[in-house]
Nanobody
Framework: EVQLVEFGGGLVQAGGSLRLSCAAS????????VGWFRQAPGKEREGVAA????????YYADSAEGRFTISSDNAKSTVYLQMNSLKPEDTAVYYC??????????????????RGQGTQVTVSS
């Protein structure tokens, strides 16, 4: 079965760090663009960061720039989101998504084909 699986979420204090992982199951990320989204209760889903496989170029939303880092390990078919200097407003369910024909605007991935089930990140003040 082709799917994305996220893990690494949890509870962290403000100022702390977490690393999220997005693993491809049943396929590899060759030729894909992969992005991370988040959605907080009562808020719209927001693009956080994205990466293109063919050139490893990274893209960030303003909210993530300078604090979050997206990277990929093709050998493990996994994309990571390293989140530092976390703030309570970063609390959300974080999802990863991927697509062969996806495109990226301002750190947000569009036209993706797959999306994971999400992992909860809670940042306490």
């Amino acid at each position: 079965e082709v799917q994305l699986v996220e893990f690494g979420g949890g509870l962290v204090q403000a100022g702390g760090s977490l690393r999220l992982s997005c693993a491809a199951s049943g396929f590899t990320f060759d030729g894909y663009a992969v992005g991370w989204f988040r959605q907080a209760p009562g808020k719209e889903r927001e693009g956080v960061a994205a990466i293109t496989d063919y050139d490893q170029r990274t893209y960030y939303a303003d909210s993530a720039e300078g604090r979050f880092t997206i990277s990929s390990d093709n050998a493990k078919s996994t994309v990571y989101l390293q989140m530092n200097s976390l703030k309570p407003e970063d609390t959300a369910v974080y999802y990863c998504a991927a697509g062969v024909n996806a495109y990226i605007i301002a750190g947000t991935l569009y036209a993706y084909e797959l999306r994971g089930q999400g992992t909860q990140v809670t940042v306490s003040s």
